[in-house]
C-alpha cells in the first residue's frame, strides 16, 4: 500500500504514485468514479495499445446519466470545458460526437490511461497546477511530443464531482483557480491564440453543444 501526506495538489500526487508504479501502462483514477461496464479497462486498454496513441478519455456521466466529460475543448468558457458537459447521457451529440471515439486535445484525468514511458518523457503534471488545468497541461505537452490523445466512449464511468474535495467556492479557491488559469494563458499562448486544432473554429466556445458561433 502507498500513502501520500501532505496538502492536497493533484499533481504532486500523480506525480508521487506514477515513480513508484512498475507498469508500462499508467490508469490515472478519481476516487469519486465507479465503472459502468465490465469492459471498461480493455476499452481503455485497446486503445492505449496503438502505438501512436500516448493517452486515453472515457466518456463520464453524472450519478444522474447527464453528461460529464466527452473530451476537452481548449477555450471552451475560459481555459478549457468539457464537450457536451449537462447534456442527457444518451445524446449522441453534434454529429455523434460523443459517441464516436476520436483525437481530442486533452481529455480529463478524472479517469485517464497514459504510457509510463510517455508520463515520464513529458516530466509528469506540472505541480504548479495543484487542482485545476494540470490534466490539460499533461494532455498538451504529450500532443507537443507528437502523440495522440483520444477520447474513447465506450470506457463509461460515472464521476461524482468534487465530492470528496468539495467545491472551489472560498475566496482562497478562487485566487488558486485565477492563478492556475493565468498560467496556463501564459504557457500555451500559441494554442489559445490559434484555436483548438481539434475543434471548429466556426463553432462557439461559450457552450458546450458544438453549436455555431454567433
Known amino acids: 500500500m502507498l500513502y501520500y501526506e501532505g496538502e492536497f495538489n493533484f499533481s504532486r500526487i500523480n506525480n508521487f504514485a506514477a515513480k513508484h508504479a512498475k507498469g508500462e501502462y499508467l490508469l490515472l483514477l478519481n476516487n469519486d ?39 476537452v475543448i481548449i477555450g471552451l468558457s475560459g481555459v478549457a470545458g468539457h464537450a457536451f458537459v449537462g447534456e442527457p447521457g444518451e445524446n449522441p451529440g453534434y454529429f455523434a460526437r460523443a459517441v464516436i471515439a476520436q483525437n481530442y486535445s486533452a481529455v480529463t484525468a478524472a479517469c485517464l490511461l ?82 483548438d486544432p481539434n475543434y471548429n473554429p466556426n463553432l462557439t466556445l461559450q457552450i458546450a453543444n458544438f453549436s455555431l458561433r454567433e
Not at 143 to 167: C, D, F, Q, T
Request: proline fraction near 2%.
Open 33 to 71: 468514479t465507479e465503472m459502468l461496464d465490465k469492459d471498461c479497462l480493455r476499452e481503455l486498454v485497446g486503445v492505449g495499445l496503438r502505438p501512436e496513441v500516448g493517452a486515453v478519455g472515457a466518456r463520464l456521466l453524472y450519478s444522474d446519466g447527464v453528461m460529464q466529460h466527452a473530451g
Open 114 to 195: 497514459v504510457r509510463k514511458s510517455v508520463y515520464e518523457e513529458v516530466g509528469g503534471f506540472e505541480e504548479e497546477l495543484k487542482v485545476d488545468f494540470n490534466d490539460v497541461d499533461f494532455c498538451l505537452k504529450i500532443r507537443e511530443k507528437g502523440w495522440l490523445i483520444v477520447y474513447n466512449p465506450a470506457a463509461r464511468l460515472y464521476h461524482y464531482e468534487s465530492k470528496s474535495r468539495g467545491m472551489s467556492d472560498t475566496p482562497e479557491k478562487l485566487a488558486r483557480f485565477n492563478r492556475e488559469a493565468s498560467y496556463m494563458f501564459t504557457k500555451w499562448k500559441k494554442i489559445y491564440d490559434k484555436g
